[in-house]
């Protein structure tokens, strides 16, 4: 099972969706997309680490990275289930373009899978978090405290 | 896995969702809502036998019929996944707000997830199946031949 | 060209598409549903004539009344245009469905034409000025003032 | 303040929004619609008996039920403004349209606010309510405690 | 009352929004939000002096620029009710993501409250004055007419 | 009758639209937008190219570049009828917004029309497709036969 995105950074809505698929799952792999054309302000290698820091407790978590289309990565790692969060009709709009659209690139081999967020996460987004953390706002309870922990850190470099 | 709903009748944005759950679970159930408030035009024994038709040749897949809350009869026959089609935005909403209801009265133990429909089928609806073929017109193509048929022997009687 | 619908009354975001569509078109009818399940307050009668009076001064209209599908009505009367108002995203998505459901029913001899409604008559719909007129509300400006005439009379009667 | 609906029963999404808005004015009135045409499964009396105990700590509310258009009975009782709950972009859109069709008929004397509800009750209606509660569902978390209890009391009789 | 937007110009949407607020309060603060990421066409100077021309007959209305988060400013200057205009429902969803981060970080003493806009000025956007105005466009109408004095004005500088 | 955008490329859910048009009036304008602004990857010209590929066949299509405001080009031009696509609900809100700007600035003279896309192209646009085939993902299907070809041969000059 697949779970790809930016993750720029992730947050406790991208915790949520990843610990209920890797319960559902042998195997998770969160896919770091590493594509600078949409200018992450993390890079790869960062973006990878909080995940990292966020999943540690999770042993059936593994996390990488690619370039490209989501589609190749998905024939090459033989992947069957890619899963995908579903927070406001904007998103399902959005997702249901791009499902229909991978439904022709993976062929029958791959089913997209979605997740309704907790409510509770229902406004989180890794946009707001850095809008707001780059105001120097309170996120904590919107990202895992060990990615807080990262972003300060970082921030201070 | 479970997928349930009311069925009345399957059509074939229904098939294909039980065809791409069947492919990822050991057994489908097929959960047959029987609830006489929502005034089914056929009786749940005839929609369990129409989907028996339209899903023959799926090995895995078993058809039940149930009253009262989906929660219940998850927890009784130790459902772990529930699936759901999405066609629109306005089922998104409708769906979002009964995962997250569905999540409280569950609790952990079971998962909600949504495949999206094939664009193909995404203005099949049991209603309008049943609006378009009771003014005689053709829904060829909207149900499974066989439920077809089905449908055309029954309203002779 | 055809403007189908129920019409329970005709309101003003009625009578401007009306208006547009028999600018574009020899000859417009406009097609009232004799539905009895949908349990019109107006019988399609009284329904006919408030249009008729809505649209004295339109040459190329004609009114009529239908009952059963759509697609078979088009047929029938050789229809080569159907005309729809939308006003919000949920017209939307159940306008697109039913424009999918007769393209189908219809095959290629007719498309589905939309235009979007005035924001000035957005929110305005049969239903809300039945609602409020039956409480004794003001609905001048909401349906034309011949029909609002006619409702004031049919509900001394 | 007027605070209007239907209330059948009142759930924990309401009393946010009846707390929220008594904060910001000297009178909060929640307004019990009497409307035997929508079938409420509590009398008026019942539901404005639950809205008391649910609101009991509350100094500045005061509950009444009020038949026909809410329009009649704002002008009647001097209100200035009208407060609503937001949950998603269902509502969204007939709350446009109420909200556009209310300032018509109250002219510019009265402004309709609308809150956007805590994202925590954000899948919590009257109707789930009644649905869950009625097949056996617990629903404590989703209607005030008092309320919960008034339920289960008004059921055994 | 606080009511805060880029006005990059003020639109007739955003005065209608401004006049309902200062309607209903003792002093409502028309915030200019001066980030330079979103690359504005006008400076905050010139916005907030269009601002001022189009307000000039509100006694209670005052203009302020500020920077950074909301929620500081919010803070700083002991706003309790913070006012938004809703267009349409892909405003509904921003918004209402907006208003449950921002319910976070203001905590309990500010509420954030929504109007619906007028009909009339429901297509209307500072980007699509903007656009239309661009390319020699028409927008009297769509801006008060003291702001399109401006911009012609500082279109010929 | 008129149906300008960027195509950037022709998909084949606009060559639907353009079929659909064509067949309803006399002359179908193609109005391909050169906005430099929106920094689209293929030249005016080689998308007008692309178009005339896609409907070599349709004797009543004929291909203009225009820039500005299609307002303006729609008098120029003496344009009675704008015809659009519609996909889906977030197609439908800017549609609406553009549809009553646009009825202000052409007046009674110009009606803007729009059809539902099939259901098999409703997730195919032009940047999606830009995309898959930056990254070497098969396209063919979702653009006609001759613009693939001659997106290859682009692609390797």
Redesign the interface.
Known sequence: MLYAGTFDPITNGHLDIIK?GA??CDQLIVGVLNNSAKRPFYTAEERAEMIALATDELDNVVIDTFE??L??YVKANDV??VIRG?R???D??????????N???YGDCV??????T???N??V?SS?VKE?FG????VS??VPPRVLDYMQKRQQD
Chains 1, 2, 3, 4, 5, 6 share one sequence.
């Not at 089913?111 to 309704?116: A, G, Q, S, V």
């Open positions: 209920r319960k559902r490209g289309l589609a190749d069957d289930v579903l406001a009709s904007m399902f709009e959005y997702e249901l373009v791009m499902a229909q659209m439904a022709r690139l089913e997209t899978i979605f997740l309704m907790d409510p509770a229902s406004f987004s707001i707001v105001f120097g706002g309170d309870g919107l």
